[in-house]
């Protein structure tokens, strides 16, 4: 089994190489099973106000941030660079490696508060407040690698 989780392919320019690394440590039938923020936020500003960026790969986005996703008040300053990836990007580079799309599944909700502007719905679950239920936040997919000839 190979996991990946959220946050992380938002870091990698080259999903392709992703899928392959991921493709090479699993023996046929081994399962991948992934859930990650969904593209559809990261198009929105950090007040989930306007539309900012693309939902597609346009290529990366560089930024400078005050704070943490994990302490929003910290004192630190840094410079980062990622990238948008919509789901067809995604699931075409699993697709293409090797791997069967089993289940895909998308939620209205975010199991950490680490966005602006969120008010928790129920135990460990947060929405943007002024979006209510009408945006994906997480998708999870469950693969499965094909048995090779």
């Known amino acids: ?7 992380t392919i938002g870091w990698l320019p080259d999903l392709d190489k992703w899928a392959k690394i991921i493709s090479k440590f699993l023996k046929p039938q081994g399962k991948f099973v992934f859930v ?5 936020v990261w198009m929105f500003d950090d007040n989930f106000e306007k539309i900012e960026y693309n939902y597609f790969n346009s290529g990366a986005i560089i930024e400078t941030e005050t704070g943490t996703y994990a302490d929003k008040t910290a004192d630190i300053t840094q410079d980062f ?3 948008n990836h919509g789901l067809a990007e995604v699931l075409n580079s699993i697709i ?3 791997l069967e799309i089993n289940t895909l599944e998308e939620f209205d909700y975010s ?4 966005f602006n502007n969120t008010i928790e719905i129920a135990p460990k679950k947060y929405r943007i407040k002024h979006l209510e239920n009408k945006i994906p936040m997480l998708y999870s997919m469950v693969s499965t690698k094909k048995n090779t000839p």
């Open 111 to 114: 199991p950490y508060n680490c």
């Open 81 to 83: 660079v990622q990238w």
């Open 36 to 40: 990650e923020f969904h593209p559809v």
């Open 1 to 7: 089994m190979v996991y990946t989780s959220y946050g």
């Open 96 to 98: 293409k490696n090797g």
